[in-house]
């Protein structure tokens, strides 16, 4: 089961399957692209697991094992990846909500953010390779662009698991929460970025915009209502 929480300019994707530890099934890739669908027009998005153990454990295992010829396989590995491609790929920031460990395909998930926000108990690893597979759902190239290729061949080819500070230091996650805070620190970082001209400073640093576009983006948040405001606050705080 996927939910889909509208708030204000926040979206927030919850995947809620405690049977199968929030594991990824066919029918719960189906749930994602209709909440991304959903999702549209949000100014920031969430995507998190229910509960306060795990984030994703993957892949369901015990539905996937259903899957067996290599053509069945690659269309598997080509659905999902066309999800993550999807975070990746949204036009507004977002943000992957660790609330509990991050293991193999959930890694890939996590990694498909623009943010990672962890609780301070979790640990996240791609252990692709304690099951003889590889990441498939294009978390290999997205760590490899996080950590660098030599540090991201060494965590996936070992299927080493990080704690929240050792992913913190790797460049793995953006930033570690108290797990009693965890709630509200994630949901306050998300609305300042929903609230905020993320989605264009996101649009920027994603590379590839022409500086003439770059510098009209600007000049569209210049002449806005919103930031003469914050202009005339900040003189006023300055008196």
Do not use: Y
């Not at 927030?12 to 991304?36: F, G």
């Not at 491609?85 to 991050?102: E, K």
């Not at 060494?154 to 929460?177: F, I, K, P, S, W």
């Amino acid at each position: 089961m996927v939910d889909l929480e509208l708030d204000g300019g926040l979206a927030v994707v919850t995947i809620d399957r405690p049977h199968a530890r929030n594991a990824i099934a066919p029918a719960t890739m189906d749930e994602l692209d209709k909440a991304l669908d959903a999702a549209a027009g949000a100014q920031a998005l969430v995507i998190r697991g229910a509960g306060d153990r795990v984030f994703v454990s993957g892949g369901d295992l015990k539905e996937l094992a259903a899957i067996r010829t290599e053509d069945e396989a690659t269309a598997m590995a080509l659905r999902m990846r066309g999800i993550c491609d999807r975070l990746a790929g949204f036009p507004v920031p977002v943000i992957a909500a660790l609330n509990g460990h991050a293991l193999g395909g959930g890694a890939e998930v996590a990694v498909a953010a623009d943010i990672r926000v962890a609780a301070d108990d979790i640990r996240i690893g791609f252990t692709q390779s304690t099951l003889a597979i590889m990441p498939a759902w294009g978390g290999a190239e997205r760590l490899a662009a996080l950590v660098g290729r030599g540090r991201a061949l060494l965590l996936e080819g070992t299927g080493t698991l990080l704690d929240a500070a050792e992913a913190e230091r790797a460049g793995l996650v953006d930033r570690v929460l108290p797990r009693a805070s965890f709630e509200d620190g994630w949901r306050a970082l998300a609305r300042s970025l929903a609230n905020g001209p993320a989605r264009e400073i996101k649009k920027v640093t994603a590379g590839g915009v022409p500086a003439d576009e770059a510098a009209r983006a600007f000049a569209r948040l210049w002449v806005a209502d919103e930031h003469w405001q914050a202009v005339e606050r900040t003189v006023r705080r300055g008196k």
